[in-house]
């Protein structure tokens, strides 16, 4: 086994900026869950985040660089733990 390897990835950058509650841009996302004009739902390097509001459209997405920029009438930002790899018997037998 080589010491150059790091089994563990690099840890992208997060960040938000929400200006004026109608434009959100966020980096460190990984893949868009569900969205519709109400809530978009997304994997980011924290954790799963839900965007709720109204008239919310994806203006741009870039998988790739980990963005996605967000117009529309922003009224809540939430987070859940992120979620562990593997199934329920790797997470049993550690």
Do not use: W
């Amino acid at each position: 086994m080589s010491y150059d390897a790091n089994p563990y990835p690099a840890e992208s950058s997060h960040h938000i900026l929400l200006e004026n509650r109608n434009r959100l841009a966020v980096s460190g996302v990984e893949e868009v869950e569900s969205f519709d004009e109400n809530q978009i739902v997304m994997a980011t390097c924290q954790g799963e985040l839900t965007i709720r509001g109204e008239d919310l459209h994806i203006e741009q997405l870039s998988l790739d660089g980990g963005e996605l920029k967000v117009e529309g009438t922003v009224d809540a930002l939430s987070y859940e733990a992120p979620r562990e790899k593997g199934g329920f018997f790797s997470r049993l037998l550690g």
